[in-house]
T-cell receptor
Framework: EDQVTQSPEALRLQEGESSSLNCSYT??????LFWYRQDPGKGPEFLFT???AGEEKEKERLKATLTKKESFLHITAPKPEDSATYLC?????????????FGQGTTLQVKP | NAGVMQNPRHLVRRRGQEARLRCSPM?????VYWYRQLPEEGLKFMVY????????ESGMPKERFSAEFPKEGPSILRIQQVVRGDSAAYFC?????????FGEGSWLTVV
């Protein structure tokens, strides 16, 4: 069964304290791995898509990396406005139906 | 360029009533998806539609739930005879290519 596990569930950082969020997945062939940011009461906001092991993508203070079994979202020198829940999702290889399997998310709080 | 538009944002229904949630995809997108986020749970896929066609409804509950995406107008997620367990956030998404963009959600509360 396809599965996505994110850790930690919650993370508190001081402003400027870099860290990484983990997303482990089991899927029968990976079509794509997605990272989203979700603020309370809002919809998921697209951040990155990764397709193959070794791929990396960056956006401002965020950098996403992918291996054959997991993905990391690295946050460098975070600011309070980076506080949100970060969601990881995978799309199975044979699926072209937009069916994403989401993890439970990591809730990040950055204190000034 | 407007994003995925959902309405209503908040909806309160009594048990046994019907709920209708509407979704207009991003301009140029012809693929629409509905996801549900139950309290304290992750997002779960419900259904994938293209204009006038249901492509994948493997995540839809067998009873009371239906979805459509007509040739003209928004996509509709319809929940008949709502029960308290239907209280959740319902997200619509659309895509052109591999990137899937989500709307702000419709929060359904069943009292």
């Amino acid at each position: 069964e396809d599965q996505v596990t994110q850790s930690p569930e919650a993370l508190r950082l001081q402003e400027g304290e870099s860290s990484s969020l983990n997303c482990s997945y089991t899927v029968s062939g990976l079509r794509g791995l997605f990272w989203y940011r979700q603020d309370p009461g809002k919809g998921p906001e697209f951040l990155f898509t990764l397709y193959s092991a070794g791929e990396e993508k960056e956006k401002e203070r965020l950098k996403a990396t992918l291996t054959k079994k997991e993905s990391f979202l690295h946050i460098t020198a975070p600011k309070p406005e980076d506080s949100a829940t970060y969601l990881c999702a995978v799309q199975e290889g044979s699926s072209n139906t937009g069916k994403l399997i989401f993890g439970q998310g990591t809730t990040l709080q950055v204190k000034p | 360029n407007a994003g995925v538009m959902q309405n209503p944002r908040h909806l309160v229904r009594r048990r046994g009533q019907e709920a209708r949630l509407r979704c207009s995809p991003m301009k140029g997108h012809s693929h629409v998806y509905w996801y549900r986020q139950l309290p304290e749970e992750g997002l779960k896929f419900m259904v994938y539609l293209q204009k006038e066609n249901i492509i994948d409804e493997s995540g839809m509950p067998k009873e009371r739930f239906s979805a459509e995406f007509p040739k003209e107008g928004p996509s509709i997620l319809r929940i008949q005879q709502v029960v308290r367990g239907d209280s959740a956030a319902y997200f619509c998404a659309s895509s052109r290519g591999d990137t899937i963009y989500f709307g702000e959600g419709s929060w359904l509360t069943v009292v």
